[in-house]
């Protein structure tokens, strides 16, 4: 039966199929028998109580069947394919299935081909093999036959599981050929269409079948009628047959020829010449309700309007060979696909010599790629299309399915393994006009992400939504958290909330504001703040805890996070510095893995993008989409109309020169061209069918959102206002808001239509726009002036919600206010309202600073002061002094300098009361500061003071200490610690001063600062701790070490940052853990005091002051090297300072810490020089205390190296430049001592002149004495330094054996003190 090779197989076409039908387990597909196949197959479920035919027409729609007969049918097509290159074609003929034989691989899934002629005869001869049966395939019931075969073996036994499987296995890996010795030069190959029919059909052969000819028919028809209605119906018959190809010697199709029959309503009854109901014509696609029918044959229908039929005429693209039809008849009737049947009748329509429209086949080339879109794509190219639902709810076109973006999508994923691997880049953004399908392809990157084991979060901007603070990114995290809340994730969940409360401490109250899950995530233990927090930089603070967060939740799942935001160009600026920060946060040094894509519109003459969006697209890589190409767009459509390439191409090309191949026009276009009737799916057909001139002759706008404001102008006017309402409300919006808050209800019905109407989407009960554009055209359907009134309207009756309830949620807040907004001043009607609008924007402002966005809070504000009346400083005081106050808050950290003035010169001239004007005075002092004007500052703030009856100078610094001395004696620190909270609004706003003009006199009038230290802790003990209290602790600390008393010193700092917790306020904290730090590293091991740097970082990035967040990563730097850590861990966080200043605008620190990394670099080898800026060299050339570091770096470097006369000329620069005695202890003193001592001993000893040898000893001895001090209250940081300067100093006396024993106490110090 088949020649065998280890477990390969040759077997001839007949027997293949058998063995192949026979593998089909029948009884795994008797449960997927739906309700109407019962009826024929039967109700038993054991598949051999089945009739002989039911059981073979399952087995052979069946995809164990199907797959590797279109396999065999596909190596058929290849090989025709390859002889007809060469002019050879293999002849059919009644002994084809000699000629074809099937290679078959049962284990190791390779083809192997082998020449039939080396086979013999008994292998190829199946019908020896079928007669063994007793089967004679020249009997009509040869199938019938064959099919009760496949169900049992020939001894009546079913086979095995085993057994099936093994044919199974074979039929996977298959390829079938004409044997070699069978092929001639001929001029036609068209007989594989009967190979194909006897592949499909399990074995059958095509009935010949006996057809009328024309005259049959005309006689037929005139049968037994009058000659009246001969003569007409001659005359109708003579006209409808007249373009039929009679000529030819083929039968006509005229059931094909009259293509009538699709429109006929639901109750009409057809049957064509072969027996095929309606469903299998295709005489009806284009008569009317009220047409009258008449089959090709005469039979009228009864419940057809009996008048006249109309005359109608055919083009030949209509026409089918009825000889076909009835040919695959047989195939339909087993229930084979129709794509299939079709396949297999074109083919033999090119058999018959039929004429050919777009369907026919024009060569084989055309038959192979089909049958791949089958084998590829089976559920798009072979399945029957659902008739029943396309024929009552229209086309579902693909609007969500990615094509031609492959390559883009191999871009992404490249960059985000590279990310998450090195962090050598996290951020990709895709631009393009709209409708590209920017959006599908992000979101088709998220499902690789998913199924990667990424976290893929996602979130979207809104034109309409821009008053919502951090709207997108809100969201994103919010949605997080939420999952996080659901059953299953309790565990995931308490980790997060642990880690959470470790990382952020009190500062997640503030991204609870943001993130309100969050809130329920972390429980009980929420912090409370018992102060309003004077933020130097909120949106720095939320961008420090956003960062926190997702290293938090990265870390807890062990997944590499993925952030997508889309339309970035409707994206606030606080959003923006957000990502840029989470990006600089997961840069090559972190632990996080954060990835970042973002979609925005292309920028044109409509769509502008903000300079930050610039400058995050410019630090990543960027995709730009075009619109789809002309074959692009034809495989969308094919896919879409589940067609081959080659049917659609007609109709692609007349969508492509109207569209210019924009996804969302293409789509929409689609959709039109289904209701107008033009493409529309063909019942008796089962596809898709079009006309192509009536579309082509259609006038359509050329820019998408035109197109779209036409085809909303045809939906009912109710559905219209619907989706305008919905627009007014931005991208998306809860159908439980609109029913919940007072909106005209009756909107959600006429929603319903638009999601019919693929407009809308609903998701989770929440209505979505399926496109922004289509938000855009439904907003612009009311002009103007009218929306600004309605917005308004709509504002009003939602704030009606809000009065007298706090508790209402912000989302409804701002919603509120925005929509008030988006009215504006001139859509008031009565002037009350306007009260209404600004108290509510008032109250929207605080909420968003709540939620530290500033900018947001800034626009609240000033639409707040929009909509107040004239004479509002007199009738409205306290609501126009607080929107104008807070204003002026918002636009000092925002940096606005313009606004800011223009504020505070109002609030300075029309405020009532001195007391009324602390606030923006406080501002003012502020802004002052961080102008780098500190004088003024300093100057405006002790006037202040003064005006308060609070004089800040004494008599002297010693008396001053000596009062403060004698009053902290009368309190312990459990009293300090538990004192009151003061409350009075004056002292607080005191404190306020006291506190900004101690930070400034430390950098420029360092003698001043006792008295302002002295001043805080008295009013403190007085009226009550206040968030500055803490400062003027840590600094009385730090004033008593630097005057030698290092452990009274060390007593109060760590008083100070006891006072952090009790005070109930971070602002201060990054200063204060600053100021202790570096007390403590005098009485700590400087290795242990490493790690009150991060947390000084860290709280000071939490409370947006980055010049602190600087001043504590340089501080890290700085004792990391005096500790002796590894340098290239220091030029780690070298890096570090220097990208933190750079992106936080920190010019001096920048200058300063590239002096260190350049130092690291000559120690380590690589000699790298620091590339200033402009405005660093400006710097450089003119701050004092940056070029004084410059030349002690560049000294100490040069000391290394032992270059004498570089050192000498930089060390004298240094001490040139030394500055006046500081207030305050810090560990510069020591490095700097330590640093200049070894410098000055090695002088010393170079240095021929006495007088020069005696300077440089007296210095070198200074530091000597400084170290021996400071080792006396911390052996383990300065004791081995102490014993280095004494070896240094005996050297240079010549006393060597001195020196020796120093040496080597300070290397058995520095062992024993680990310090390397």
């Known amino acids: 039966m088949s020649s065998k090779s280890n477990s390969k197989e040759t077997v001839i076409l007949s027997d293949w199929i058998r063995r192949a039908l026979v593998g089909v387990d029948l009884s795994a597909l008797a449960g997927e028998r739906n309700v109407s196949s019962k009826a024929a197959y039967g109700t038993e479920d054991d598949p051999s109580q089945w009739p002989a035919t039911s059981r073979g027409s399952m087995a052979l729609c069946s995809d164990d069947y199907l797959m590797p007969a279109l396999q065999v049918a596909y190596s058929l097509a290849n090989q025709i394919c390859k002889e007809e290159e060469t002019d050879k074609s293999p002849p059919l003929s009644v002994d084809w299935v000699h000629n074809i034989v099937v290679h078959i691989n049962n284990r190791v899934g390779c083809v192997s081909m082998c020449d039939a002629d080396r086979r013999g005869s008994a292998s190829l001869d199946s019908l020896a093999f079928l007669d063994s049966l007793g089967f004679d395939a020249g009997e009509d019931n040869f199938a019938d036959n064959l099919f009760e075969s496949i169900i049992n073996d020939h001894d009546g036994t079913a086979l095995s599981g085993e057994e099936r499987d093994r044919i199974l296995e074979g039929c996977d890996c298959i390829r079938a050929e004409f044997a070699p010795s069978t092929f001639n030069a001929i001029d036609d190959n068209d007989d594989a269409g009967l190979v194909f029919y006897v592949l499909f059909s399990g074995g059958e052969r095509p009935q010949a079948a006996h057809f009328p000819t024309a005259t049959e028919v005309v006689e037929q028809k005139l049968s037994g009628k009058s ?33 009538i029959l699709d429109s006929i309503g639901n109750d009409e009854y057809v049957q064509d010449s072969c027996g ?98 089958m084998l590829d794509n089976p559920n798009t190219f072979l399945r029957d299309l659902d008739m029943t639902k396309l024929s009552t709810s229209g086309s579902q076109f693909i609007e969500k399915t990615m094509f031609g973006r492959n390559v883009e999508l191999s871009t992404i994923k490249d960059a985000y ?39 893929f979060l996602s979130g979207k901007f809104d034109q309409l939504q821009q008053g919502k603070p951090f709207s997108a990114l809100a969201s994103t995290f919010d949605q997080y958290c939420g999952m996080l809340l659901h059953e299953g994730m309790a565990s995931t969940k308490e980790e997060v909330a642990f880690q959470l409360r470790s990382v952020l401490g009190k500062g997640s109250y503030h991204l609870t ?9 972390l429980g009980s233990e929420l912090p409370v703040l018992k102060h309003s927090e004077d933020c130097i930089n909120a949106q720095k603070r939320v961008q420090y805890l956003l960062c926190q967060f997702v290293e938090v939740i990265s870390t807890s799942s062990s997944a590499p996070i993925t952030l997508f935001l889309d339309d970035l160009q409707w994206a606030d600026a606080a959003s923006i510095a957000a990502v840029n920060q989470l990006l600089f946060a997961a840069g090559p040094l972190s632990r996080k893995n954060f990835f970042f894509l973002g979609c925005a519109r292309e920028k044109d003459s409509a769509t502008k993008w903000s300079p930050g969006i610039d400058t995050l697209v410019a630090g990543g890589i960027e995709i730009k989409l075009d619109c789809m190409d002309e074959h692009t767009l034809n495989t969308m459509v094919s896919e879409t109309l589940c067609l081959p390439p080659r049917l659609t191409r007609s109709l692609s090309n007349v969508i492509y020169h109207k569209t210019k191949g924009n996804p969302l026009f293409v789509s929409r276009l689609m959709r039109s061209l289904t209701k107008e009737g033009l493409l529309r799916p063909s019942l008796s057909r089962r596809r898709w069918e079009w006309d192509t001139k009536k579309i082509r002759s259609q006038t359509l706008p050329d820019d998408v959102a035109i197109f779209l404001t036409d085809s909303l102008g045809e939906l009912p006017d109710k559905v219209q206002w619907a989706l305008f309402i919905l627009s007014c409300f931005g991208a998306s919006t809860e159908s439980a808001f609109v029913e919940s808050q007072g909106l005209d209800r009756s909107i959600l019905k006429n929603l319903e239509v638009a999601v019919a109407e693929g407009l809308v989407d609903k998701i989770n009960d929440q209505y979505r726009f399926a496109h922004d554009r289509i938000q855009e055209a439904a907003y612009n359907t009311i002009p103007a002036d009218r929306r600004s009134v309605i917005h308004f309207t709509y504002g009003l009756e939602l704030s009606s919600l809000l009065i007298g309830d706090e508790d209402v949620s912000g989302s409804v807040l701002f919603t509120a206010v925005n929509q008030l907004n988006l009215g504006g001043p001139p859509a008031v009607q009565d002037k009350k309202d306007n009260l209404t609008a600004a108290r509510l924007n008032l109250r929207a402002g605080k909420k968003a600073m709540e939620m530290s966005d500033y900018v947001t809070a800034y626009s609240y ?17 306290d609501l126009t002094l607080e929107l104008f106050s807070l204003a002026a808050k918002c636009a000092l950290t925002n940096g606005d300098q313009t606004s800011l003035k223009l504020l505070i010169a109002l609030v300075l001239e029309k405020a009532h009361f001195f007391e009324d004007k602390l606030d923006v005075l406080y501002i003012e002092t502020c802004a002052l500061a961080y102008s780098y004007r500190l004088a003024e500052s300093i100057e405006k703030g002790l006037n202040i003071l003064s005006k308060l009856g609070i004089e800040v100078q004494g008599t002297s610094v010693e008396a001053c200490l000596q009062e403060t001395k004698a009053l902290l004696s009368t309190h312990t620190d459990d009293e300090i610690l538990n004192s009151k909270q003061m409350t009075d609004p004056t002292m607080i706003m005191a404190m306020k001063f006291l506190g900004k003009s101690e930070i400034g006199m430390t950098q420029i009038m360092p003698k001043s600062v006792p008295y302002v230290t002295f001043k805080i802790i008295e009013l403190s003990l007085t009226h009550g701790m206040s968030p500055v209290t803490p400062i003027g602790f840590a600094y009385y600390g730090s004033y008593l070490a630097k005057q030698g008393n290092i452990n009274e010193g060390y007593h109060y700092v760590k008083l100070a940052l006891s006072l952090l917790d009790k005070v109930g306020s971070r602002e201060n904290a990054g200063e204060v853990i600053f100021v202790c730090t570096q007390v403590k590293s005098y009485v700590e091991p400087l290795q242990a005091t490493l790690e009150y740097h991060h947390e000084g970082y860290a709280a000071a990035m939490a409370s947006g002051d980055s010049s602190l967040a600087v001043v504590n990563m340089f501080a890290l730097t700085a004792c990391s090297f005096f500790a002796g850590t590894n340098l290239q861990r220091i030029q780690g966080l070298s890096d570090n300072t220097i990208e933190l200043c750079e992106q936080r605008q920190q010019s001096i620190f920048m200058v300063q810490a590239q002096q260190v990394q350049r130092t690291l670099s000559k120690l380590i080898g690589t000699g790298e020089e620091p590339k200033y800026s402009s405005e660093g060299r400006d710097i450089l050339a003119s701050n004092s205390s940056v070029l004084r570091s410059y030349h002690y770096q560049t000294a100490y470097v040069s000391f290394i190296f032992r270059s004498y006369d570089d050192t000498i000329e930089n060390i004298e620069k240094y001490f040139d430049l030394q500055q006046t005695t500081w207030g305050n202890l810090f560990l510069a003193h020591a490095i700097h001592a330590f640093h200049t001592g070894l410098i000055s001993f090695w002088v010393a000893r170079k240095s021929k002149s006495k007088e020069l ?14 170290l021996r001090r400071w080792a006396k209250s911390s052996q383990w940081t300065f004791e081995n330094k102490w014993y280095l300067l004494e070896a ?24 024993f003190h680990k310090v390397r």
């Not at 504001?513 to 995530?521: D, T």
Request: hydrophobic content about 30%; proline content about 4%.
């Open 513 to 521: 504001k943001i993130i309100p899950n969050l809130a329920s995530i």
């Open 1288 to 1311: 240094e100093e005996a050297f240079c006396n010549n006393d060597f054996e001195a020196a020796k024993t120093y040496y080597q106490g300070a290397i058995t110090s520095a062992k």
């Open 227 to 259: 000659d009246t209605e001969t003569e007409e119906l001659s005359q109708d018959l003579s006209e409808d047959l007249e373009l039929l190809p009679f000529h030819q010697a083929a039968p006509i199709d005229l059931a094909g020829e009259l293509n």
């Open 276 to 373: 095929d109901k309606a469903g299998e014509l295709s005489v009806l696609d284009s008569v009317g309700d009220d047409e009258y029918v008449q089959d090709p044959w005469g039979d009228t229908f009864d419940d057809a309007p009996q008048h006249p039929k109309p005359k109608k005429r055919h083009s030949s693209e209509q026409n089918r060979n009825i000889y076909n039809s009835c040919s695959v008849q047989s195939l339909r009737e087993k229930g084979l696909p129709t794509p299939l049947c079709d396949l297999v009748a074109n083919m033999l329509d090119c058999t018959n010599a039929s004429l050919g429209g777009e369907d026919s086949y024009q060569s084989m080339a055309d038959v192979q790629s089909d049958l791949r879109l």
């Open 417 to 455: 393994r590279l990310s998450i691997s090195s962090g050598e880049c996290g951020l990709v953004t895709i631009s393009g006009t709209s409708g590209t399908g920017k959006s599908l392809l992000a979101n088709e990157f998220g499902k690789f992400v998913s199924a990667d084991g990424g976290i």
């Open 861 to 877: 504000f000033d639409s707040g002061i929009s909509f107040l009346l004239r004479k509002h400083w007199q009738e409205h005081y």
């Open 1253 to 1266: 040898r005696q300077q440089w000893y007296e210095r070198g001895n200074q530091s000597k004495l400084a």
